[in-house]
């Protein structure tokens, strides 16, 4: 049963990389002819700078007609492609769209759809639009379409997309990597090629974030933790550990905060899109760590009967937060998607410490093991090694 999907969907992508590389070239060498102009090559193409895509397209100034045809293909069997110009905005809210993809029965579906928010929808173009129709060839589907302009345009705003899949007539949900946020940019008329292959402002915050947040919760604060469970078992350590220790979490937990600020700010301006669990454990682990932050003040003495009340709270609310952070920098990871070299790092530095932590901690239980043996070990020249709490 999983055998039979898995295998034609294997065959699917060996097929699509094969066409994604011969596509990969360039739109000259596609040589497509508009038949709604006694099937004359396009006067003009270009590669799109994002998802693989191919626009062409010839400008009749005189009777302000658009024609153009839109090379894409979609990321899955069943998917979806989509070109639409935007004459309100830059992105996907306003887009004037032509959506097209194969149903099962081999039939190629065009249809227009007005993205009016990310929420609404509808069939009626605020353009004219002619001779729609669609085909597919080996994977690769194609859309072709007259546009009115308006008289002496010179550029327009362009937007692309493909989506995954079609339930009931209905597209799907496209994927939210850069790849897919970064498909738009101008079209000009003349031919003449804009660099449009920017990374768009919401990305570069969402970068920002992801940074922050990763050298925060993912790195200062572990970093801190061991600094605290391992350094201060030397004696000639103390204080030291302890200015160490806070001044790592002070500092994680500034850049952390502005981190956490520029996260709920990327949420409140993303209409449409919610990562729940993402947000939820975020505001989690700020209200947890606040409350590190105030308890320091709080802090009884070190022979109050109450500390190691304080020592269990404080240790508890400690390796949870390390333990959110590090799930949520992975969720932001899936979110973000960034290249994989990222990814790598981080596990490649987090995997470090926590080397690090364990080879500390063997050393501190095998010392400690020693020291219930009846050894004294702080007649050494070792630092006496003692597992401490507080
Ligand atoms: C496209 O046209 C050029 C020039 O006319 C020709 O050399 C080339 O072989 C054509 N390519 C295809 C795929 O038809
Ligand atoms: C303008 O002319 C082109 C052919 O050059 C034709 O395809 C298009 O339909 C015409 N537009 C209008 C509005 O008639
Ligand atoms: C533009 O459209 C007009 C009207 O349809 C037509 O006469 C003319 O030949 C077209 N020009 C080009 C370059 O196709
Ligand atoms: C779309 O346009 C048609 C014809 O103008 C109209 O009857 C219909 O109500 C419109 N639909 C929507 C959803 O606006």
Same mark, same amino acid.
């Given at each position: 049963m999983v055998l039979s999907t898995t295998i034609p969907l294997l065959l699917y992508f060996i097929l699509i990389t094969l066409i994604a590389n011969t596509y990969a070239k360039t739109c000259t060498t596609q040589n497509l002819t508009d038949a709604s102009n006694n099937n004359k090559l396009y006067a003009n193409c270009m590669d799109l700078p994002k998802q693989n895509a191919f626009l062409h397209w010839t400008h009749n100034a005189s009777n302000s007609t658009l024609s153009v045809a839109f090379v894409a293909i979609p990321p899955f069997l069943g998917g979806w492609v989509a070109w639409a110009i935007n004459p309100t905005s =830059? +992105?996907?809210?306003g887009a004037q769209a032509l959506v097209a993809y194969k149903g099962d029965d081999g039939v190629v579906t065009v249809f227009p759809l007005n993205i009016q928010s990310y929420s609404m929808t509808s069939r009626n173009l605020t353009i004219d639009v002619w001779n729609l129709r669609g085909e597919e060839d080996g994977g690769v589907i194609r859309i072709f379409v007259n546009i009115k302009v308006p008289e002496n345009a010179v550029t327009l705003n362009q937007v692309w997309q493909v989506g995954p899949s079609v339930t009931a007539g209905r597209i799907d949900r496209h994927a939210l990597a850069p790849e897919n946020l970064n498909s738009k940019g101008p079209l000009n008329l003349d031919g003449s090629q804009s660099v449009v292959d920017g990374v768009d402002s919401r990305t570069k915050r969402k970068n920002i974030h992801g940074i922050l947040n990763v050298v925060s919760w993912g790195f200062l604060f572990p970093l801190g933790i061991v600094i605290a469970r391992y350094m201060r078992i030397f004696p000639c350590a103390d204080p030291t550990w302890f200015y160490l220790h806070v001044g790592c979490q002070l500092s994680a937990y500034i850049i952390g905060v502005a981190g956490w600020i520029t996260g709920l700010k990327l949420g409140s301006q993303s209409? +449409?899109?919610?990562?729940t669990l993402h947000r939820n454990i975020g505001i989690a682990i700020f209200c947890l760590c606040t409350i590190q932050m105030f308890a320091l003040f709080l802090r009884p003495n070190k022979d109050h009967k109450y500390r190691v009340f304080w020592n269990v709270y404080h240790h508890s609310f400690g390796y949870t937060i390390i333990i959110l952070g590090i799930i949520n920098i992975f969720k932001g990871f899936d979110i973000?998607?960034?290249?994989e070299k990222w990814k790598s790092s981080y596990i490649g530095v987090i995997s470090v410490l926590a080397i690090i932590a364990l080879f500390l901690e063997s050393k501190t239980v095998l010392s400690t093991a020693g020291a219930t043996d +009846? =050894?004294?070990?702080?007649? =050494?020249?070792?630092?006496?090694?003692k597992l401490r709490w507080y």
């Amino acid at each position: 049963m999983v055998l039979s999907t898995t295998i034609p969907l294997l065959l699917y992508f060996i097929l699509i990389t094969l066409i994604a590389n011969t596509y990969a070239k360039t739109c000259t060498t596609q040589n497509l002819t508009d038949a709604s102009n006694n099937n004359k090559l396009y006067a003009n193409c270009m590669d799109l700078p994002k998802q693989n895509a191919f626009l062409h397209w010839t400008h009749n100034a005189s009777n302000s007609t658009l024609s153009v045809a839109f090379v894409a293909i979609p990321p899955f069997l069943g998917g979806w492609v989509a070109w639409a110009i935007n004459p309100t905005s =830059t +992105g996907m809210v306003g887009a004037q769209a032509l959506v097209a993809y194969k149903g099962d029965d081999g039939v190629v579906t065009v249809f227009p759809l007005n993205i009016q928010s990310y929420s609404m929808t509808s069939r009626n173009l605020t353009i004219d639009v002619w001779n729609l129709r669609g085909e597919e060839d080996g994977g690769v589907i194609r859309i072709f379409v007259n546009i009115k302009v308006p008289e002496n345009a010179v550029t327009l705003n362009q937007v692309w997309q493909v989506g995954p899949s079609v339930t009931a007539g209905r597209i799907d949900r496209h994927a939210l990597a850069p790849e897919n946020l970064n498909s738009k940019g101008p079209l000009n008329l003349d031919g003449s090629q804009s660099v449009v292959d920017g990374v768009d402002s919401r990305t570069k915050r969402k970068n920002i974030h992801g940074i922050l947040n990763v050298v925060s919760w993912g790195f200062l604060f572990p970093l801190g933790i061991v600094i605290a469970r391992y350094m201060r078992i030397f004696p000639c350590a103390d204080p030291t550990w302890f200015y160490l220790h806070v001044g790592c979490q002070l500092s994680a937990y500034i850049i952390g905060v502005a981190g956490w600020i520029t996260g709920l700010k990327l949420g409140s301006q993303s209409e +449409g899109i919610v990562y729940t669990l993402h947000r939820n454990i975020g505001i989690a682990i700020f209200c947890l760590c606040t409350i590190q932050m105030f308890a320091l003040f709080l802090r009884p003495n070190k022979d109050h009967k109450y500390r190691v009340f304080w020592n269990v709270y404080h240790h508890s609310f400690g390796y949870t937060i390390i333990i959110l952070g590090i799930i949520n920098i992975f969720k932001g990871f899936d979110i973000l998607n960034p290249e994989e070299k990222w990814k790598s790092s981080y596990i490649g530095v987090i995997s470090v410490l926590a080397i690090i932590a364990l080879f500390l901690e063997s050393k501190t239980v095998l010392s400690t093991a020693g020291a219930t043996d +009846g =050894t004294d070990v702080s007649n =050494t020249a070792q630092p006496s090694i003692k597992l401490r709490w507080y």
